[in-house]
């Protein structure tokens, strides 16, 4: 049983950390996907 707590414990650490770090690295969906062609603003 604890290692089914510890898992879901590490995956949450996992997946946190890595949005986090991927996000600031510049890999989040928005920065890859808009170029210079694209408008975001109205």
């Known amino acids: 049983?604890?290692?089914m707590i510890y898992a879901g414990i590490a995956i949450v650490v996992i997946a946190v950390g890595s949005?986090?770090?991927l996000g600031n690295a510049g890999f989040?969906?928005?920065e890859?996907?808009?170029g210079p062609a694209?408008?975001?603003?109205n």
Not at 38 to 41: F, G, K, P, S, Y
């Open 38 to 41: 694209v408008r975001l603003d």
């Open 28 to 30: 989040s969906a928005e």
């Open 32 to 34: 890859r996907a808009a």
């Open 19 to 21: 949005n986090i770090l």
């Open 1 to 3: 049983m604890h290692a």
